[in-house]
């Protein structure tokens, strides 16, 4: 079945820095990608969708600045917290749906604490 | 706007039990529904995935059915056993959009 790959799995980081986060798509071409946002005890919030050779679409709320995505080729998006601050700690997971009607699949997740 | 409820939001049975998790939407016009399961601090392995066209999906000991003209979904598991301890997410794709909408899980703990 189809696999996505992330990472990585956790990362501490101070407050002010940059963190990225990949994920790939290992045996399939995927043209759109998903990015979600996962606080404790809550369930997915989807932040993001990323489309290969363009702009990524972001939801409401979510500023664009800050969550910098980039889809530049069939198997990768990354992820960036730009300047990131406490409120950025969170679970991060990226998604992408294999060929014909598989649904979607994810990626293992990056848990992300900002100090 | 879609809205995905899950009842209940925490379960606890004993080894052997069989069990039904609950899934209800707001918006029938889905495109398929999708249960997946998520160990703690971990990602998403999907389950089971229901087109809006198919009742039911079936693997091992997991069944999964959908009403869509009634906005819900049910997965039922078999003679559980305590590796079945995670949270069970449901998940609708919304007609037209590749957007999934999530429920906030169910909570299932399997005593030895």
């Known amino acids: 079945g189809a696999v996505v790959s992330q990472h990585p799995s956790w990362v501490i980081c101070k407050s002010g820095t940059s963190v990225k986060i990949e994920c790939r798509s290992l045996?399939?071409?995927?043209?759109?990608m998903f990015w979600y946002r996962q606080f404790p005890k809550q369930s997915l919030m989807l932040m993001a969708t990323?489309?290969?050779?363009?702009?990524?679409?972001?939801e409401q709320g979510v500023e664009k600045d800050k969550f910098l995505i980039n889809h530049a080729s069939l198997t990768l998006s990354t992820l960036t917290v730009t300047s990131a601050h406490p409120e950025d700690s969170s679970f991060y997971i990226c998604?992408?749906?294999?060929?014909?009607?598989?649904?979607?699949?994810f990626g293992s997740g990056t848990r992300l604490t900002v100090v | 706007k879609q809205e995905v409820t899950q009842i209940p939001a925490a379960l606890s049975v004993p080894e052997g039990e069989n069990l039904v998790l609950n899934c209800s939407f707001t918006?029938?016009?889905?495109?398929?529904l999708q249960w997946f399961r998520q160990d703690p601090g971990k990602g998403l392995t999907s389950l089971l995935l229901?087109?809006?066209?198919?009742r039911e999906q079936t693997s091992g000991r997991l069944n999964a059915s959908l009403d869509k003209s009634s906005g819900r979904s049910t997965l039922y598991i078999a003679a559980s056993q305590p590796g079945d301890s995670a949270t069970y997410l449901c998940?609708?794709?919304?007609?037209?959009?590749?957007?999934?909408?999530f429920g906030k899980g169910t909570k299932l703990t399997v005593n030895p």
């Open positions: 998604s992408a749906r294999g060929t014909g009607d598989d649904g979607y699949t």
């Open positions: 045996d399939f071409q995927a043209t759109t």
């Open positions: 990323s489309n290969e050779g363009s702009k990524a679409t972001y």
């Open positions: 918006d029938s016009a889905i495109y398929n």
């Open positions: 229901i087109q809006s066209s198919q």
């Open positions: 998940a609708v794709e919304q007609g037209g959009s590749e957007k999934l909408v």
